[in-house]
Nanobody
């Protein structure tokens, strides 16, 4: 089963940018839709963004649309989340996750529908 490791988190001031990376080992991510979730203290884990297996289709939560960009490099087995115009409310632990779909089917996954999670990386945005 594929294993996921996130990196790139850190502390940044509001309006700044960060790029998160998710490296996979033990299998190819090319067969998975890849997603990012986040969890703030005291809140449930929530969907942030997803990209289908080929990279041809993306999906974003309304709260990050226009500010975050998800991308993937299947040859390198890596997924990215470019975050710009960061806000204090973006502060959370960000998790990379893989979800298998048959063929080109896609539906926004709930947090209980994920096949594999990474360990998370902290993002802190100060005002």
């Amino acid at each position: 089963q594929v294993q996921l490791v996130e990196s790139g988190g850190g502390s940044v001031q509001a309006g700044g940018s960060l790029r998160l990376s998710c490296a996979a080992a033990g299998g190819a991510i090319s067969r998975y839709a890849m997603t990012w979730f986040r969890q703030a203290p005291g809140k449930e884990r929530e969907f942030v963004a997803a990209i289908n297996w080929s990279g041809g289709s993306t999906d974003y939560a309304d709260s990050v649309k226009g500010r975050f960009t998800i991308s993937r490099d299947n040859a390198k087995n890596v997924v990215y989340l470019q975050m710009t115009s960061l806000k204090p409310e973006d502060t959370a632990v960000y998790y990379c996750a893989a979800k298998y779909y048959v063929g080109n089917y896609y539906a926004r996954p709930g947090r209980f529908e994920i096949d594999t999670w990474g360990q998370g990386t902290q993002v802190t945005v100060s005002s």
